[in-house]
Nanobody, 123 residues
Framework: QVQLVESGGGLVQPGGSLRLSCAAS????????IAWFRQAPGKEREGVAC????????YLEDFVKGRFAISSDNAKKTVYLQMSALKVEDTAVYYC????????????????WGQGTQVTVSS
C-alpha cells in the first residue's frame, strides 16, 4: 500500500526554522518525483518544492528560494523540506505528493498524497 506521511510541523516564531519530513512506504523513491505543496486558509493549494529521482531535477518556487531547501534520503525513503527564515505568510498545511516518472520541471497531477502537517509561523 502506497503511503506518504508528513511530520515536523509546528509553531515557530518568524525568522525561525523547521524541517519537514515526508516518509514513503509501499514503494521506493526510485523514479518518483516528490513534491511539497501548501495550502493556507482561504487560499488555493500551491507548489513549494520538488525533487525527482526520475531525472535528478529539483525545483523551488521563487517565494522560497534562499530560505527553503529540499533533499532526499533514498535509503530512508524520506524527503525533507528544510525551512529557514520563516515568515508569517508561510503559515499553511504542508503536503507531500508523489508521482512516478515525473520531472520537477514539468507540471501535472500527483497521484499519491500525504495527510499534511500544519506549520504556523507566529510571534
Amino acid at each position: 500500500q502506497v503511503q506518504l506521511v508528513e511530520s515536523g510541523g509546528g509553531l515557530v516564531q518568524p525568522g525561525g526554522s523547521l524541517r519537514l519530513s515526508c516518509a514513503a512506504s509501499g514503494f521506493t523513491l526510485d523514479y518518483y518525483a516528490i513534491a511539497w505543496f501548501r495550502q493556507a486558509p482561504g487560499k488555493e493549494r500551491e507548489g513549494v518544492a520538488c525533487i525527482s529521482n526520475s531525472d535528478d531535477s529539483t525545483y523551488l518556487e521563487d517565494f522560497v528560494k534562499g530560505r527553503f531547501a529540499i533533499s532526499s534520503d533514498n535509503a530512508k525513503k524520506t524527503v525533507y523540506l528544510q525551512m529557514s527564515a520563516l515568515k508569517v505568510e508561510d503559515t499553511a498545511v504542508y503536503y507531500c505528493a508523489a508521482e512516478l516518472f515525473r520531472s520537477c520541471l514539468l507540471g501535472g497531477d500527483y497521484e499519491y498524497w500525504g495527510q499534511g502537517t500544519q506549520v504556523t509561523v507566529s510571534s
